[in-house]
């Protein structure tokens, strides 16, 4: 599986930003989807994940602001960023886990200015 994550930018505290994981190479309607963010200097940490049935988990720090959401049809990966604040600056990557293997995308860089 290849995975490709677009959408990111630089945008004001408040704005949206809906990030995209395009994936290929092998269908993604099976696996478990996740987002995972990396700020300057820190861990990589989950964000969000969806399971194959549409069931989501939520970070606390995003929690109410991003929603999670898949396109099997499409193969496609998104996180609806709402509310955006300073704090949420980092590179997200998008993972997908098929037949016990983790797969992960080059990440995407959002920069949210105050």
């Known amino acids: 599986v290849q995975l490709q994550a677009s959408g990111g930018g630089l945008v004001q505290a408040g704005d949206s930003l809906r990030l995209s994981c395009a994936a290929s190479?092998?269908?993604?309607?099976?696996?478990?989807l996740s987002w995972f963010r990396q700020a300057p200097g820190k861990e990589r940490l989950l964000v969000a994940s969806?399971?194959?049935?549409?069931?989501?988990y939520y970070s606390d720090s995003v929690k109410g602001r991003f929603t999670i959401s898949r396109d099997n049809a499409k193969n496609t990966l998104y996180l609806q960023m709402n509310s955006l604040k300073p704090e949420d600056t980092a590179v997200y990557y998008c993972?997908?886990?098929?037949?016990?293997?983790?797969?992960w995308g080059p990440g995407t860089l959002v920069t949210v200015s105050s």
């Open positions: 969806i399971s194959s049935g549409g069931s989501t």
């Open positions: 190479g092998r269908t993604i309607s099976t696996s478990i």
């Open positions: 993972k997908a886990i098929s037949l016990g293997t983790a797969y």
